[in-house]
């Protein structure tokens, strides 16, 4: 088992801790920011990088991945809960700790039975248009924020948009100068130095602003007394009926932090030179999901801004991670007092700038010169979480992700092979249509498992060929065809039985069935099918149309 805090040693531990302080810059105003799209108090937010981080931090086998809430969890927390509870109030945060913990138990049960592969049906498209529907969504809630704007966070986005438009006239005058000053400083302040933690300058200096110049006088809303203290340790206490309800949410966090989590750990895993596990990365998720909800947070995932900034900075181990911890956890017993000026169109500005890669521009301009399919596929997943729904948009991912697996796997190559080329290979090149690969012998590869999506279509396939090659006359009529199975790693019951009715077709044809290059693993379960029979297998292609070649000159 790896040791925690892995790649840790004298020579790396300054660097390591002056990661963590930039960590800790860079995770204060987001969180608290998240915490507000999530329709809970900023202690939420803080609460997540305490135990939760901790927790994750000791057992995860990636060296960098940093976890906490983000702005997609937390939108999706607001949009799923928002219809069980009013935002803000006891009850939804109650419901909120109980979602944090079924992710967790649902982490868990994924790291055991090790089921992460169910992630791999989410696709890039998918997910970009999936989170940048949410990024959108939450885009809207923060440009309220930065005009001083009133509307329903909680409401659906058509809602949102109109009663942003229709508020503009009441719009305030220095909560748009601090926003556009904010913005100006995060995105300038990014290109000059991407080192500097803009978004911590951006908020104490509003913050000092609003202090001294009175801006709360002048409409500009701040954020209000946070309580001090550690974190409260509980477990919610709702009816069944309400956990259950909670579920589809759950598996929807749990699906999308999967999925990203576990590419971004493998990615750094491989960028730096270090092994990661999954399936420990998922306990990982599954703890610290845990942990937050019985701390006072909500749903944690991975950060893949903060594990790029982190690796910028130089760090390869968990130690800013726990720093971080510490220095939240000194925040909220000596320095709450410092957070209750702290502007909203700064909080707006921060997150707004935050997601704005998340809306996934770039991305689907690059997946429409890539794949028009895969285009249209990330564009409804986009609009149905935009304007439906987060769990309808999960939804509706998967059954699109279902959807093009099904298109892909019912359209399998399937050629006939030529003998020409090199006498020493045993792979033989395709052959044009109507071609046999030697007289008398039509050698089929099928480069899928065969099994009920593609089955009636391998069967069409065979006969086309048999037929075209005795349309086209050839060397002779064909008396055997030969299914190489190198790349059928399956059969299926519905594959099993096309396999079957194409032996009977070939059988009344007077064609002989043969197989070649059979893997280990398929001759069983060819076996099994009852396929397999007397029929000959061939280790080579070559060495069928020798055998049966020297067989149908015989005859």
Excluded at 35 to 41: C, E, F, N, S
Excluded at 192 to 215: E, F, G, K, N, S
Excluded at 240 to 251: C, D, E, F, K
Excluded at 392 to 404: D, E, H
Aim: charge should be negative.
């Amino acid at each position: 088992m790896q040791r925690p805090l892995a790649g840790l040693n004298r020579r790396n531990l300054g660097r390591e801790l002056t990661a963590g302080v930039t960590l800790l810059a860079i995770a204060i105003p987001l969180n608290i920011g998240y915490a507000q799209i999530a329709g809970l108090p900023p202690t939420a937010g803080l609460y997540a990088l305490i135990v939760p981080t901790v927790v994750y931090a000791l057992v995860v086998s990636s060296r960098q991945v940093v976890a906490s809430p983000d702005a997609a969890a937390a939108a999706l927390v607001a949009s799923s809960i928002g219809g069980l509870a009013a935002a803000g109030s006891a009850d939804y945060a109650t419901l909120a700790l109980a979602q944090a913990i079924i992710c967790g138990i649902l982490f868990v049960l994924l790291s055991v039975l090790k089921l992460g592969f169910l992630a791999n049906f989410l696709s890039k498209p998918i997910l970009v248009g999936f989170v940048g529907g949410l990024a959108l969504d939450i885009l809207v809630s923060q440009v309220a924020k930065m005009l001083g704007v009133k509307i329903d966070s909680g409401g659906e986005f058509v809602e949102k948009v109109v009663d942003l438009v229709t508020g503009l006239p009441t719009a305030n005058v220095v909560s748009i100068v601090i926003s556009v000053l904010s913005v100006a400083v995060l995105l300038g302040g990014r290109r000059l130095l991407p080192a500097v933690p803009w978004a911590l300058i951006v908020m104490i200096v509003a913050t000092v602003a609003v202090v001294l110049a009175d801006l709360d006088d002048a409409g500009v809303d701040v954020l209000g007394e946070v309580p001090a203290g550690p974190p409260v340790f509980s477990w919610p206490v709702i009816d069944w009926t309400m956990w259950l309800a909670l579920v589809p949410s759950a598996i929807a966090l749990t699906l999308v932090t999967t999925a990203e989590g576990l590419l971004v750990s493998r990615s750094y895993g491989e960028k730096r030179g270090y092994a990661t596990r999954p399936n420990r990365d998922l306990l990982a998720f599954g703890l610290s999901n845990i942990a937050a909800g019985a701390s006072s947070s909500f749903a944690v995932g991975s950060s893949t801004s903060r594990t790029a900034a982190m690796d910028q900075a130089g760090s390869r181990t968990q130690l800013p991670s726990l720093v971080l911890a510490v220095g939240t956890l000194l925040l909220l017993l000596f320095g709450t007092a410092l957070l209750a000026d702290i502007p909203s169109p700064a909080i707006g500005a921060i997150v707004g700038v935050a997601v704005l890669p998340l809306l996934g521009i770039r991305d689907f301009a690059a997946i429409w010169r890539q794949d028009r399919f895969e285009f249209a596929v990330g564009a409804v997943c986009f609009v149905v979480t935009l304007f439906i729904g987060a769990i309808p948009g999960i939804i509706v991912a998967f059954v699109l992700a279902l959807v093009n697996l099904a298109q892909r796997a019912a359209s399998p190559a399937i050629d006939v092979l030529e003998a020409e080329g090199n006498p020493t290979d045993s792979l033989l090149d395709e052959a044009p249509a109507g071609s046999v690969t030697a007289p008398g012998i039509v050698v089929v590869r099928l480069a899928a498992p065969l099994f009920f999506a593609n089955g009636a279509v391998f069967t069409d396939a065979v006969k086309r060929a048999v037929t075209g090659a005795q349309a086209h006359g050839g060397d002779s009529a064909v008396r055997h065809v030969v299914i190489d199975m190198e790349a059928v790693t399956d059969v299926d019951v519905t594959g099993a039985e096309s396999f079957e009715a194409l032996q009977a077709w070939l059988d009344g044809e007077r064609i002989e069935v043969s197989f070649s290059r059979v893997r280990d693993d398929s001759r069983e379960r060819l076996r099994q099918m009852g396929l397999l029979g007397d029929r000959r297998v061939f280790d080579t292609n070559r060495a069928a149309i020798a055998a049966l070649g020297s067989a149908t000159a015989d005859g």
